[in-house]
């Protein structure tokens, strides 16, 4: 219920652009897409990936939430960078401050 419930507000979050293209880019090569076009074409014959047909409709709330923690990850790196730069400079001030009250 909690995964639908995401679903339903990434539906209602979706951009104009996103809405249009739907899609992603794919990053095969056509010799590889077309592998893979025929590899999903096959039926199961393994339990699991069996099972896993019955949650095709879920692979676009799956791209989105990828999508949503990898741009999260870059903004974690993103923010610790600028701390560390912003620890750098204030360590830079400081001592630009002290200059003058040492002389």
Known sequence: ???LRLAEMCRRL??????VLPFYPS???EW?????R??????????LAQAMQDYVGLE?????FNKAKLEEKALEQA?????????????????YLAGPALN
């Open 60 to 64: 676009r709330f799956w791209q989105r």
């Open 32 to 36: 590889e897409q077309q592998n893979a």
């Open 79 to 95: 923010r610790a960078t600028l701390a560390n730069r912003n620890h750098n400079l204030r360590g830079l001030l400081q001592q």
């Open 14 to 19: 979706e951009t104009e652009e996103e809405k």
């Open 38 to 47: 025929s590899i999903l074409q096959e039926t199961p014959r393994e339990p």
């Open 27 to 29: 990053s095969l090569a």
């Open 1 to 3: 219920q909690r995964i």
